[in-house]
Each structure stands twice: as C-alpha cells, then as structure tokens.
C-alpha cells in the first residue's frame, strides 16, 4: 500500500472543477463516481480496476498492483456502478441469478473502452474492469520477435496464441488483423467476446461480431460463421469441443483461422486442444490439426530493467514437418524439444529471455522469475550454452 494514487489525483480525472474560490472537496465529502476511477486508470495507464463493496479500490499498472487512497465503496455506490454499467435486462437477470456477467463498457466522460467482468463476492457486488486499447497496433510498437509479424502472411491454417489472462494474446491478434486488412483485399470476420479492437476497413471489409450484442451466443455466432463467406476468422477464445471443432474445420476447408486458448507453454497447448477433441472424431480433427497448424505462439509479459512498462516474451512453435509428425503419431511429449532446436524459427520462452537478458531490457531477477528452466536458464546467461538453452 506504500504506492497510492491520492484522492486529489482521482478528482483531477473527475467532474470539471470550477476554478472560482471555493471551499476544499474532501474525499469524505462526497461520493466518488464511477468515471472518476475509470478517469484516473486511464491517466496512470494502468490496465485494471478492481471496485468490491467495502474495500479498498486497486488499480493495476504495469501487472503490479496499487490501492488509492480513498474510502471503499459501500453497497449504495457500488449498486450504482453496477446499474451504470449492466443496462440490459437479460444480462441484469444473469447477474442476479447466475452470479456473474460479462460485457464491453464505455463511459461517455471517459476517452477509452473496458472490457468488464461484475460478479457477487460474499453476497456483496465486486467489478473488475480491463482497458481495453482501442488504437490498432502495429508491430513495430510491440516488440514482438519478426517471425510473429510474419505468421500474418499466410493465406489458411490455423494459428494459436496462447497464454495466460493478461499476456497481450489479444494485441497480439489484434496487430495480426490489422496487418492483413491494410496489405490484403479480404473478407475478414470476428467473433469476440467482447469486441476489444475495433478495425475500420482498410483493404478488407471486415465484420466483428460481439458475443451478447451481436449473436445471441458464442456457439451461435460460430454456427453463421461459414455462411458469412469469410477468407480471415479471428475465433476469440477456444473454449470448448465445439468452438475447436469449428476452427479445425474452417482451415481444413481453406481458411485462415486467428485464436487463442489458455496454456502456459506451447507444449501444453497442443494438449490441451487434443483435450478438446471430439471423441467420435478424434482421429480426424488429430490429423486436421497436424496438417493445418501454422504456428503456436505462447506469450508471457517481462518487466523491463528500467522498471516502467513490459516487454513480451514470446516461445514459438512452428509447424515443421516434425512437429506435425509428432501431432499425428500422438507423440506431444516430444513437442517441447522442436520448441527448443531453433528449426524454422522455433524459440523457448527461455532462449527470449536470454536473449532479453543479453539486450539489457530485462534484468536476471526478472529472466528467472519467468523461465522455465531457471537451472538451465542460469547456464546460458553465463554464457556455457547446451541443447536446452543455446542462442548461437
């Protein structure tokens, strides 16, 4: 609690103060708004705001967590952030009875959108909040390896972007889409939950579908996909037999899939999809992911040495020849090593961090928070390289 952002920082971002003489407003004085929050997240670039009835608010920068300096809501303000933000009906209901719900969230006071989850936390209402970017990325400001630039160039298959809640697998995805819709003439669709990046068209018509707004349901949405006669689908999340039945598909028929799912490593990706396969078609989706995979990135954020914002490191694993062979022959324990040889631009998360190391933009303490090898990792930022670690 030693970082705060003051209460005087949230009124900056607040209601227009008049400048005329007046009397000082006193954080006790008067019940902070909902924008007043958002207004200071935005001002500090963080990246989350954590709002629960009777505690402290925190906001997130750079991934580190900072409580402000003002009293917590009670249940009066909080009942009044939750109305602001869940206007429809149907999701008011879910809310009520299923205990959750998610949605996209724009103040009109505040210059920026929030991807929002409002749930019940011991009875009482808690927000989390994520701003969401709307600016398209470009590559060049992300610090991504090349080769990731260059999985945009491809014209079927299927790539994955995996990781954990938070790594950037959606700016990741969204400079992608923006790649191919300024250098292609496409047809490019979405289907998100919520829509974060908004693409303008560019040299593609490109249409996003949202979750809840859009399309009634996830497996709704995927269910029109195919007759919407896309050249480009960007799949929000692979979360289910279904959702990876209709990526598998959609490239064994001549498409370009985008997505995401939820691993740590790209190892462990590919088995989590296998999890996901269909037992009565498992040999056949096994071999449609074997002969479509494109690529599987896994991405982590580091801190950077100078101490102010992140920088990714990012494990690739191509789809060579061998790789696919280990995919149809069921041999994924054996994907961890083409991760590691560098054939066809393969990277382990620990050959970028080495190789961040070496670049000074990421300092020791932060290369072996995020290795996975942190013994193997020790070796090669001494520079004594072995088959698990060497850069050369």
Known sequence: MSQTVTAEDIRENGETIDHSPQPEIHVEERRLKLKDFLKTLVKVNGSDLHLQAGSVPM????GKARFLDCLP?????????????????????????????????????VDARFRTSVFHS??????VMRRIITKIPEFGDLNLPPLVEKLSDFNRGLVFVAGTTGSGKTTTLAAMIGKINSTRAERILTIED???????????LVS??????DSESYEYALRAAMRQDPDTLLIGEIRDTFSLGTALKAADTGHLVFTTIHATNASLAVQRLVSLFDPNQKELQQQQLALNLNAIICQRLAKKREGKGRVPVVEIMMATPLARKYILDGEFEKLKGIVGNKEGGCQSFDQHLTELFQKQIIDVKEAERLASNVDALKLALRGIGNSDSRLK
């Open 208 to 213: 996003q579908v949202e979750v809840g707004t």
């Open 122 to 127: 011991r009875t009482k209402y808690a927000i």
């Open 73 to 109: 809501p009670d249940d009066a303000a909080m009942t009044e952030f939750v109305k602001d933000i869940v206007h429809d009906s149907e999701k008011f209901h879910a809310l009520e009875h299923k205990g959750s719900v998610d949605c996209s969230y724009q103040h009109p006071d």
């Open 194 to 204: 919520p829509v974060e990046f908004q693409h303008d068209n560019k040299k593609s």
């Open 59 to 62: 906001i997130r920068v750079d």
